[in-house]
């Protein structure tokens, strides 16, 4: 039987993770990884990459978890294993504190993460203007370092990479018979999705390696994620802004916060800006879509629109879109009549 031929339009997080998850998932595949940006180019680079979820208010609460936790078990394996070094996947211990009581002191995900539970007194004391907090066990999945790792274990899975902008889906027909589109921001052209728009955040990439704890003030603003070689300082949150020119207010904006959570980083040198554009929607769009034009047909299946919590979520999303990839997979290999698509 000849492979079904797929094209994944994308390379960062969700396209090279999904390529893999196919390659792994389900037999008789050949896959190709088509994107006009590579690692260190993407979003993905850019992302400190702490797996907290943030809430997609289209997205039903069970169907986050669900993805959190395929996506925790999945990166805990990781960081268990010789690889991790390597894909630079590691746990992370730390808090997140309140100005004020949350509404929620016990969210969705706190019996996913490691350890959960509200901080003591004692603990409180490192920050004094903060009156509640929650301690956890999370992990870290550095894009810089997991990007490239995907990419090798797609190579090595047999999947083909080919640098290529797309302006128009149609273009990958004939030569292939499904694509999964991964593309993010880019879905707002490819897929005519005005519903998706960019979320600009500004980090700032440190060295202050006496930093082990993560510290996350509670409205997700302001943090400090130590990793394997520096640690991220964010953040910032514009909606609407394509800019992807670091500005140096906003710089020592986040400066200033860290420090007033985390004082000892006056004292931190080598400091990197960075700016990435979240792929920001209501909910990810995880979907099948029949293109039919002048009598041809071409299957897609969406896969983008994560916004804030991409790296939280993408291996349960990936798992999913694999899901919907196979059912096209098993209507192209079914007798001709009984074919549903
Ligand atoms: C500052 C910042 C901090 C973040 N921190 C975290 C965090 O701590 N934890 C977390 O879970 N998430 C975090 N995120 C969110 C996370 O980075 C994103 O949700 C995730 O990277 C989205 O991945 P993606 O693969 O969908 O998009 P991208 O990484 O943007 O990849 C899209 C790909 O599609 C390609 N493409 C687009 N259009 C076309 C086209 N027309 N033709 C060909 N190729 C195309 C691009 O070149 C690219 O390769 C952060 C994001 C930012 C910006």
Redesign the pocket.
């Known amino acids: 039987m000849d492979p079904v031929r797929v094209a994944v ?7 090279l993770s999904t390529a893999l998850c196919i390659s792994e998932l389900v037999p008789g595949c050949s896959i190709t990884v ?5 690692t260190p180019e ?3 680079d ?7 979820p943030h809430v997609y208010p289209d997205t039903p609460i069970h169907k986050q978890k669900q993805w959190f936790r395929e996506t925790f078990d999945h990166l805990s394996a990781i960081a268990n294993s010789a690889e991790a070094g390597e894909a630079a996947v590691h746990l992370v211990s730390g808090w997140q504190v309140f100005q004020s009581i949350p509404t929620e002191q016990v969210p969705f995900w706190a019996d996913v993460v490691l350890g959960f539970r509200t901080m003591t007194e004692a603990e409180l004391k490192k920050f004094p203007h903060h009156v509640f907090g929650q301690a956890f066990t999370t992990l870290k999945c550095e894009g810089s370092a997991y990007l490239p790792w995907l990419e090798k274990r797609v190579k090595e899975r047999g999947g083909m990479i080919l640098t ?4 128009d889906l149609w273009e990958l027909h004939p030569s292939f018979d499904i694509v999964v589109n ?5 879905s707002r ?2 897929a005519g999705d005005l519903e998706i728009f960019p979320v600009r ?3 700032l990439k440190v060295q202050a390696p006496w930093v082990k704890h993560f510290i996350r003030d509670g409205s997700g603003l302001t943090y400090i994620y130590p990793g394997a070689s520096n640690v991220t300082l ?2 910032s949150r514009q909606k609407g802004d394509w800019n992807l020119s670091p500005d140096a207010e906003i710089s020592r904006d986040i400066l200033s916060r860290c420090c007033a959570l985390e004082p000892s980083l006056h004292g931190a040198w080598d400091i990197k800006e960075t700016v ?4 920001y929607r209501a909910g990810v769009r995880l979907q099948k879509e029949l293109l039919a034009r002048d009598g041809r047909r071409l299957p897609v299946v969406h896969h ?1 629109g ?7 979520m993408h291996w349960g999303t990936a798992l999913e879109a694999t899901r919907l990839l196979k059912e096209y997979v098993q209507a192209l290999r079914a007798p001709a009549p009984k074919s549903k698509m």
């Open positions: 339009v994308g390379a960062g997080v969700m396209g088509i994107s006009d940006k590579f993407t979003t993905s850019v992302a400190a990459g702490i797996l907290i290529r902008r797309i302006e991964c593309s993010g921001l880019g052209q490819l955040g500004q980090l964010g953040g990435g554009l979240r792929p983008y994560h916004g804030s919590g991409g790296f939280s």
